[in-house]
């Protein structure tokens, strides 16, 4: 089993950039499908989740060349199946996101009914709510789910009861060719959904609106194969804007857009947090002498404050001068992390969808576990700062969405290291003859 293991209290200085988002990533990726060749995305991150869904568009029957690091040639001339392989599915969500370029490929799909995570149920009832507005039909059956258009994709006003980025993308990529105007209403406006839209646009589609709570569709006959850079990471971005923030920096964090994290920005200057925008990133620093201010934070849809900034800014505000409170509006169960930062002296009650953060003195090193991806690397934020060293399991969280997140660290003069941990060797335990 692998370990993070931080040695807390040194400084951290110097400059960050970071990668192309796994959120746009993914759905990239799954939207060569529908525009037969070769397709070239650069800036794509070095992350475990890209690497599956490079497994499933294999499976599909595309030809992936990996040129460098972070640009993939991805063949699509030859898929030939419409039909994903269960576990990967069952391994990572962002799987469903092919439903939409099969169907519009193929006329049909089998997909694996995604499972719930730690973060919450994940269901996809709206994505098959407005997929099957467009006349698509559904069965379930073992645990798939069996899509298919006999008649077509015929375009429709799809309102989605909930700015859902998932069922935005597959509405989206499952209009591009149907027949007529498709119409999104309530339509979720993260950068990732207009970094897809520019690339669906680049390739022949006619989506209009793209980044508005409504986006317009004129169906196209086909789409031809683009090269595209992945949009830069703004949750990456702001992980290491919260570090700079906890650690006191001053750190330069480049290769995103600031504008993508507004919201984020604001509050974390309003919790004394100095930020300095620039074109392509940022500098953050904190004074020593400064303490964090507690604040409320409502994780909503973009441009709200984003869900998956909310454990990095508990972190934050685990160590604020007073009392904080976090309303998390988007998943329903996303505040394991407050366990573990518990355990290092942090001093959160969680009630319902909310938590209540007394703020303390300070962490103390701990043996703590990735509850999730983000909550991951919230608890790394947590020991770079605190007193003695923490243990952090469940490293393959953080490998899903942050591409050699210690290296990156360490350049910055975190003493951090990954290691095999041996399983506890429970004989040694085992009570001694009498
Ligand atoms: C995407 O998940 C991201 N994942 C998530 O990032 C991110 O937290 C989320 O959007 C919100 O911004 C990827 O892009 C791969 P949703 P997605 O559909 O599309 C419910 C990370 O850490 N819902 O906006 O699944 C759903 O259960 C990950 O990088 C339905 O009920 O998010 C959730 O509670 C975590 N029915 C809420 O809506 C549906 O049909 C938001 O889901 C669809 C969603």
């Known amino acids: 089993m692998e370990l993070i293991q931080v040695e807390g209290g040194f400084p951290l200085s110097g400059e960050v950039v970071v990668e192309g988002a796994k959120n746009s ?16 995305l650069t800036n794509v991150p070095n992350i475990s989740d890209v690497h599956t869904m490079g497994t499933v568009l294999e499976c599909l029957g595309a030809v992936i060349d990996v040129a460098d690091e972070h640009t993939l040639h991805i ?17 990572m969500r962002a799987s469903t996101a092919v439903l939409g370029p099969l169907i519009t490929r193929f006329g049909k799909a089998v997909v694996a009914m995604p499972g719930g995570c730690n973060i919450g149920a994940r269901k996809i009832d709206m994505h098959l709510q407005g997929l099957a507005a467009l006349g698509v039909e559904f069965t379930i059956d073992h645990g798939n789910i069996h899509a298919a258009a006999p008649h077509g994709l015929k375009g429709a006003t799809v309102e989605l009861e909930f700015a ?10 499952g209009a591009v060719c149907a027949e007529g105007t498709t119409i999104i209403d309530n339509a979720a406006r993260e950068p990732e959904i207009v970094d897809l ?25 086909s789409l031809h194969p683009v090269a595209h850079r992945v949009v830069g990471d703004r949750i990456e971005a702001g992980t290491f804007i919260a570090i700079g923030g906890i650690a006191g920096g001053p750190l330069t964090v480049k290769g ?5 994290l507004d919201i984020v920005l604001r509050k974390f200057e309003a919790m004394g947090i100095n930020i300095e925008r620039e074109e392509d990133g940022v500098h953050v620093s904190r004074a020593a002498d400064t303490p964090i201010q507690p604040s409320d934070i409502q994780t909503l849809p973009f441009p709200g404050f984003p869900t998956d900034m909310q454990a990095q800014t508990m972190t934050l505000l685990a160590l604020a001068a007073g009392d904080s409170f976090i309303t998390e ?9 407050a366990a573990e930062l518990n355990r290092m002296g942090a001093d959160i009650r969680i009630e319902g969808h909310h938590a209540i953060i007394h703020g303390a003195k300070g962490f103390s090193g701990a043996p703590v576990t990735s509850p999730d991806l983000r909550g991951g690397a919230a608890l790394v934020m947590a020991g770079l700062v605190a007193d003695g060293y923490t243990k952090i399991d469940g490293v393959n969280h953080i490998d899903r969405g942050y591409e050699h997140f210690v290296e990156k660290l360490q350049s910055l003069g975190a003493h951090i290291e990954r290691h095999e941990e041996c399983p506890l060797n429970l004989d040694s335990f085992a009570p001694r003859k009498a």
Do not use: Q
Not at 27 to 38: D, E, I, N, Q, R
Not at 202 to 216: C, Y
Not at 256 to 260: G, L, N, R
């Open 25 to 40: 990533a993914l759905k990239l990726m799954v939207a060569t499908l529908m525009a037969p060749g070769v397709n070239t």
């Open 75 to 91: 063949d699509t001339s030859c898929i030939d199946s419409w039909v994903t392989p269960y576990e990967l599915v069952a391994r």
């Open 164 to 173: 859902s980025v998932g069922a935005t993308e597959n509405l989206l990529m």
């Open 197 to 221: 839209a520019d690339m669906l646009n680049d390739m022949g589609a006619h989506i209009e609106g793209a980044g508005t709570p409504s986006i317009t569709i004129e169906g196209v006959s």
């Open 256 to 260: 995103f857009d600031p504008k993508h």
């Open 329 to 337: 509006n988007v998943f329903e169960n996303r505040f394991m992390l």
